[in-house]
């Protein structure tokens, strides 16, 4: 069992950055890959950015690619979520999920086994 909670939402103007914090405790939690994912009002919940277990590799959706930067701290059990260059269109709550090492990285939500709570992010024009 692995618990999330993420952190570092907000409400910040167009061209602002946010970092967000996703906090994993249970056993093993560094074993899982780990995901960003969000969701806006009426949507589905769409992938945004992924890394591996170990750290090494990452993967992002297209639209954030450039912007934003997922980041693991293995001794703090944390997943970071570096976001540069909001835009209205990023407004969404964000969740993080966690996904079996022994498995690819995923880039569908029910690939993740675990997730949190959400934190709500807010991009003002």
């Known amino acids: 069992q692995v618990q999330l909670v993420e952190s570092g939402g907000g409400v910040v103007q167009a061209g602002g950055s946010l970092r967000l914090s996703c906090a994993a405790s249970g056993r093993t939690s560094s074993y899982y890959h780990m995901g960003w994912f969000r969701q806006a009002p009426g949507k589905e919940r769409d992938f945004v950015a992924a890394i591996t277990s170990s750290g090494h590799n990452t993967y992002y959706a297209d639209s954030v690619k450039g912007r934003f930067t997922i980041s693991r701290d293995s001794a703090k059990n944390t997943v970071y979520l570096q976001m540069n260059s909001l835009k209205p269109e990023d407004t969404a709550v964000y969740y993080c999920?966690?996904?079996?090492?022994?498995?690819?990285?995923?880039?569908?939500?029910?690939?993740?086994?675990?997730w949190g709570q959400g934190t709500q992010v807010t991009v003002s024009s």
């Open positions: 999920g966690a996904r079996p090492g022994a498995y690819t990285l995923g880039v569908e939500d029910y690939e993740y086994n675990y």
